[in-house]
C-alpha cells in the first residue's frame, strides 16, 4: 500500500455502511506505552489516535495527531497492520472505520490536548491491564500480545 497517497475522509464498507478512516499510533518507549484518557467519546485509555482528513495521507494524519494530543513530534513510524473493526463507532455517528496502526518514536516534550484528552502518559502492559481501555484499544494490545 502507499502510504503517502491521499486519502478520502470517509466510504462504505463491504456491507454498504459508511466508514471513516482512522490512524492510531503504538507509542513505546523504556517498555512503557503512551496513553491518554479521552475527553470525547468513546471514552477511556487509549493510544493516540484520529481520522484521516480529506486528501491527507495516513501517515501524515498520524503525524498530526501526535502533535495535536501529545504535543510531540513522531519518527520511524512504519505501519503495523490495516484493519476494518465494523463495531468501533465514533461521536459522528458511524459504526465502521478502517484503521492504520502504526508502531513509532516520539520526540519533544508531552503537552496534551486539553479539549481531546484528560490526562497523558506512560503505561507498562501490566498496568494498561488495570485500566479501562476504550474498545478498540482493548482490541488492538490484545491482539498485539501486550495484555
Ligand atoms: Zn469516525
Not at 513505546?28 to 486528501?55: M, S, T
Not at 486539553?114 to 494498561?128: A, F, H, L, Q
Amino acid at each position: 500500500m502507499v502510504l503517502n497517497m491521499g486519502k478520502p475522509k470517509e466510504g462504505k464498507n463491504i456491507n454498504g455502511e459508511k466508514m471513516h478512516y482512522s490512524v492510531g499510533a503504538i507509542i513505546k518507549k523504556d517498555n512503557k506505552y503512551l496513553l491518554i484518557e479521552r475527553a470525547v467519546p468513546p471514552l477511556g485509555f487509549a493510544g493516540i489516535a484520529g481520522h484521516i482528513d480529506e486528501g491527507e495521507s495516513a501517515l501524515q494524519a498520524l503525524k498530526r495527531e501526535i502533535k495535536e494530543e501529545g504535543g510531540i513530534d513522531a519518527k520511524n513510524c512504519e505501519l503495523l497492520f490495516e484493519e476494518e473493526l465494523d463495531w468501533n463507532w465514533c461521536s459522528k455517528g458511524v459504526n465502521a472505520h478502517y484503521w492504520h496502526l502504526f508502531k513509532c518514536d516520539v520526540l519533544g516534550e508531552l503537552t496534551r490536548s486539553e479539549r481531546e484528552t484528560k490526562s497523558i502518559n506512560w503505561y507498562s502492559g501490566e498496568e494498561i491491564k488495570e485500566l479501562k481501555l476504550e474498545p478498540a484499544w482493548e482490541y488492538w494490545f490484545k491482539k498485539l500480545n501486550i495484555i
